[in-house]
């Protein structure tokens, strides 16, 4: 059986992709990597929270095979360039490196609707 990584599993994506995978027989164990609890239990669920610029302390002992990330946030939220990039970019660049390194075989990444690098949106 397979052991599935979530980051981002509180967000609108994430929470819907967490219970999706929850439900999915394909895997034995869920582990989501999030900031703060959502109050979900569920027997194949491992909650941790998790300090996204350096995910390998929270995934010590964790052989992930799928790692689905859905970190993202706003500007308005960031308030900065440099915050929105490290969310945007750096954490989940840090994700899919640390988790290659683990083994995981998939790493699959949900961006904005329409991401385009000549947008005038940050």
Known sequence: ???????????????????????????????????RDSGLTHPKLEKIIADFSDPGKALTGIRPHDVFCCLGTTMAKARTKDSF?????????????????LGARQFLLVSALGANKNSSIY
């Not at 979530?6 to 034995?28: D, K």
């Not at 990039?85 to 390194?101: G, I, R, S």
Request: aromatic content about 8%; glycine content about 6%; charged content about 15%.
């Open 1 to 35: 059986m397979k052991t599935a990584v979530v980051a981002g599993a509180t967000g609108l994506v994430g929470s819907e992709l967490l219970t999706q995978l929850l439900n999915n027989q394909r895997y034995s164990r869920v582990v989501a990597l999030i900031r």
């Open 85 to 101: 990039y490290e969310v945007d970019f750096k954490y989940p660049m840090t994700l899919a490196k640390t988790t290659h390194a």
